[in-house]
Structures are given as C-alpha cells and as structure tokens.
C-alpha cells in the first residue's frame, strides 16, 4: 500500500468514527466570540455605535455615538455626537477623554446627529468616518441623512473635515441608480482600503440593503455602483468591512431572520462587489451572557423581547488578525438605566 493511499484511508476513517471532531473545526464565525464585559456606560446618556482603533502605544481608542438619555425620540437624530473613549487595553476599562464631533448646530448638511462612528487608521491617519442630517424632523430624515468624514494625525484630534465641509457621499443623482431618492438616504458607512489599492466605501441604503462606492483617494470623489452589493429582502444594517481568509467580508446585524432574527451576518465575496455567500457572524446576547431575561432593562425595541440582540458590530483587527468585537444593545441586560456597548472576544483566530 503507498504512503498516499495510507493516508487517505486514514482520513477517511476518521470522518467516519470522528465526525464531531472535525465539525469543531468547521465551526461558524459567530461559534468564535466569547464575552468580556461592558466596554461603555454613561450615566445619563444613551450609548449606541462603539467603533475601536489601536494607537502605536497600544491604547485603544472607542468613538462612540451617544445622546442625552432623557431624549429618546428622535434623540439620535437630533442629539447624537461622537465622544471618545480611552483604555489601555482593548478589554478596558474606558475613560471618556473628548468629543470628537457633534452637529454643528449651523446651515449645514450635518447640522443635527453626529451618528454611525467608524474608525480606521490608514497611512498614519485616523480616518472617521460618521452620518449627519440637516432636519431631524420626519418626514424629512431619514431620506436625509448622509456620510461623511474627518481625519487627525491623533485619536486625541484635532479633527478636519475632509472637502471642506467633511461631505463624502449623498444619495446618488441619476434616476437610473438603485437607491435614486432612497427613503434612508445612505448611512451605516463602512471604509475598506482596496488590496490593489484605492478604497472601498459600503453603505447601507433603500430596503437596507448594503451599497457600495470607489474611490482612487481617501477623500474621494467617491463613484457609486448602480447596483446594490447584498440581495438582501429582508432588513440588514450596521456593516463593517473588513478582509478575512482572502474574501471580502461585510459583518452586519440580522434584523428580521436570514437566519435568526437578532443575530448577526457574516457576508463573503470574492470581488467586493457582489455578496452572495453569507454564514451567521454571532449569535443572539442570550448565547454569550448569562443573565435573567425578564430583568432585563428595554430602552430600545419592543417591550415584549422574549431575546436580546446586539446592533452595529464593529472589529478591532491588530495586525491582520481578529481580536474583539464591539456592540451596542437597546438592552441592558444587567438592568442598567442606560443602554451600553458590550466587548467580545474572537477565541480561533
């Protein structure tokens, strides 16, 4: 018998005799995360966005979206500013330092609601990235809202908004393109440098579904695609973009059940372009913490929740590899009085 056949008939027995030990290999993304802790509790605010980056001293700095507890419709809308967040390790704790941006209060595209915080570090820069409004009142927002950006040579800033104004991207002008006049303008941005260069910029936008612009700049112009990147019929949001395994990856919330309601989504692509390839990318609150369902505190969502869910995932990546993930709830699953964002940590790197 050769060396390869040997080894063949070994490999096959043991699918046969130890299938439960090669399926824990072959264990989901959301199967990775383990928890740690509260990342972010502020008495009197709402905590909602946690978007992390690791400074050359390795502190880690959280841009959060947060607003006035006692403003809760539409205080996202109208209240929400990005405060920074200080710790020296991405477990925390986390100190707030500053406020990073807030709505200028000013005849400005982004006069009300500095919301969606996402942070990156390219070139030497921080890059971030955030929505704003220039009407918080409906039926205006949310067709409304739109993406833009600041960048510092510190996490500490001073931010400058990029362009003059910081505007990066608002709903598209030809009649011809998907989300032409979208009812939720766009929002949820998440930036990717391209690996053969240039920039990758998604965005969740008409019936939440994610879209995508390119860019040979950081600062732009950035070019939409005609066409949506997820196929999505039922509502997804809060992407983060990253690079995993040699795909392009987008992490987002599972709103309404493509596989769980209140889960989350693990998009794949080999292009960036189309996402067609998903898996779950975590589970349900309930999976990770251990706490008492009926003592839990619902400042946001409906009352009557028999699970709690996290929103707007964001990935702390050092060196290439994933190392936390930072969430926000409508819930406070230990009955706080405010929502706070939550730490988990990726056990199989």
């Not at 399926?23 to 972010?40: H, L, M, N, P, T």
């Not at 993406?147 to 030809?174: C, F, H, Q, R």
């Not at 709103?255 to 794949?268: A, M, R, S, V, Y």
Request: glycine letters at 10%; a negative charge.
């Amino acid at each position: 018998m050769t060396k390869n056949l040997f080894n063949l008939l070994i490999g096959l027995l043991l699918l046969v005799f130890f299938p439960t030990k090669l399926s824990a290999q072959q264990k989901q993304f959301a199967d990775q995360w383990e928890y740690v802790g509260i990342a972010v509790e502020e008495p009197g605010y709402t905590i909602w966005g946690t978007s992390p980056v690791i400074d050359d001293e390795g502190k880690v700095h959280l841009f959060v979206a947060r607003w006035p507890g006692d403003k809760v419709d539409p205080g996202w809308r109208s209240h929400s500013e990005i405060a920074h967040y200080v710790g020296d390790t991405p477990e925390g704790p986390f100190t707030f330092s500053d406020v990073a941006l807030a709505g200028t209060g000013l005849d400005t595209w982004d006069r009300y609601g500095a919301h969606n915080p996402a942070i990156s570090r390219i070139n030497g820069k921080y890059v971030l990235l955030y929505i704003a409004n220039d009407n918080p009142e409906r039926p205006v927002h949310p067709s409304n809202q739109k993406i833009g950006m600041a960048t510092a040579d510190s996490p500490y800033g001073p931010w400058e908004k990029v362009n003059g104004n910081g505007l990066l991207l608002e709903t598209p002008k030809n009649p011809d393109y998907w989300n032409y006049k979208a009812s939720n303008g766009v929002n949820n941005p998440a930036l990717l440098p391209h690996p053969d260069g240039g920039y990758f910029l998604y965005f969740k936008s008409e019936k939440a579904r994610m879209g995508l612009a390119i860019a040979e700049n950081l600062e732009g112009p950035y070019v939409q695609m005609p066409f949506p990147v997820t196929s999505n019929d039922q509502n997804i949001e809060d992407g983060y973009a990253f690079m995993y395994k040699g795909k392009f990856a987008l992490l987002t919330t599972d709103n309404h059940g493509i596989i769980e309601p209140g889960g989350g989504l693990l998009w794949k692509s080999d292009d960036g372009i189309t996402f067609d390839d998903y898996e779950k990318g975590f589970h349900r609150i309930n999976e990770y913490v251990d706490f008492d369902q009926e003592k839990v505190a619902i400042h946001y969502g409906s009352q009557n929740a028999t699970y709690s869910k996290f929103e707007r995932p964001q990935l702390l990546i050092i060196d290439g590899e994933i190392k936390y993930l930072y969430v926000p709830s409508g819930h406070h699953v230990f009955g706080g009085d405010y929502t706070a964002s939550y730490i988990l940590k990726f056990k199989n790197p």
